[in-house]
């Protein structure tokens, strides 16, 4: 038994386009910053201004002391600490007499 070749249909709307309306032309403006020294000002001062030295930190532990080579009667040591703000660790290296003293530098110096 043969069977007959039919075509398919064309659907309505057609599928080679039409009846699609586009969105508005994009305009871009490409004319150089009237002010390009004002804007790169505003810009940083968007940026959060965390630097080490405003940081404060409550949490400081030594992870290494060893006699200084250049302080005689002093340690080299290396201190970790948390910054509160940001939980971010921070590793200073410190000369000094005692273990208290030590902390202290390290949280003068901003963690």
């Given at each position: 038994m043969r069977v007959p070749n039919?075509?398919?249909p064309t659907?309505?709307?057609?599928?080679?386009?039409?009846g699609e309306k586009s969105a508005a032309p994009l305009r871009l403006n490409l004319a150089p910053m009237k002010y390009p020294l004002l804007a790169a000002l505003l810009a940083l001062?968007?940026?959060p201004m965390a630097?080490?030295?405003n940081a404060t930190c409550s949490s400081?532990?030594?992870q290494t002391k060893a006699p200084?080579?250049?302080?005689?009667?002093?340690f080299d040591y290396r201190v970790s600490c948390i910054i509160d703000e940001s939980g971010d660790e921070v590793n200073t290296t410190v000369t000094a007499a005692?273990?208290?003293e030590a902390i202290e530098l390290t949280k003068?110096?901003?963690?």
């Open positions: 039919r075509t398919t659907p309505d709307p057609s599928p080679q386009g039409g001062a968007a940026l630097a080490p030295a400081c532990n030594i200084s080579a250049t302080a005689p009667g002093k005692t273990d208290e003068k110096k901003g963690c």
